[in-house]
């Protein structure tokens, strides 16, 4: 079982969106910025590693996103934690992403996402997302 941890990034109404490297597995695609949980790390802490990792940025992890979390892919099971996310600074260097976007949420179907994220983006439309400012 792989376990990942990934980040919901809200900032004034929008969704910051990231698009797979092209090299890298599922490329092209775009996802929430995270990746796999290490050795003793709560998904909460891989989520504020992975995007400081990846974007350069500190946040604050808020709270779990109630959303399915167990997927069946070609390249293995995997266990996804999504947790809405404030950004404390902006860098978003590029890293794991070839570029990001801040989508609202009508438009977040204006990119391909990685099929297991699909389910995020109903309860993302489901939220009010002036609760996270
Ligand atoms: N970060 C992230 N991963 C996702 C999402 N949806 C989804 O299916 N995944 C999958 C893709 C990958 O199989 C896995 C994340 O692992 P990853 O490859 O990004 O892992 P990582 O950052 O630790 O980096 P690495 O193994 O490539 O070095 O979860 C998502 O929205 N965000």
């Given at each position: 079982?792989i376990?990942?941890?990934?980040?919901?990034i809200?900032?004034?109404?929008?969704?910051?969106?990231?698009?797979?490297?092209n090299?890298?597995?599922?490329?092209?695609?775009?996802e929430?910025?995270?990746?796999?949980l290490?050795?003793?790390e709560?998904?909460?802490?891989?989520c504020?590693?992975?995007?400081?990792?990846?974007?350069?940025d500190?946040?604050?992890v808020?709270?779990?996103?109630?959303?399915?979390?167990?997927?069946?892919t070609?390249?293995?099971?995997l266990?996804i934690?999504?947790?809405?996310?404030?950004?404390k600074?902006y860098n978003?260097?590029?890293?794991?992403?070839?570029?990001?976007r801040?989508?609202?949420?009508?438009?977040?179907?204006?990119?391909?996402?990685?099929?297991?994220?699909?389910?995020?983006l109903?309860?993302?439309?489901?939220?009010?997302?002036?609760?996270?400012?």
């Open positions: 079982m376990k990942v941890a990934a980040a919901v809200v900032s004034e109404g929008k969704i910051l969106a990231a698009k797979r490297k090299e890298r597995l599922g490329g092209g695609f775009w929430f910025p995270g990746g796999k290490e050795p003793g709560t998904p909460k802490q891989a504020q590693r992975e995007v400081a990792e990846e974007l350069g500190q946040c604050e808020l709270e779990r996103i109630d959303v399915s979390r167990h997927f069946e070609p390249y293995g099971e266990e934690d999504f947790f809405w996310t404030k950004l600074t978003l260097k590029l890293v794991a992403a070839s570029e990001y801040w989508l609202t949420p009508e438009q977040l179907e204006s990119v391909t996402w990685l099929k297991p994220s699909e389910p995020v109903e309860v993302i439309k489901q939220t009010d997302l002036r609760k996270f400012e």
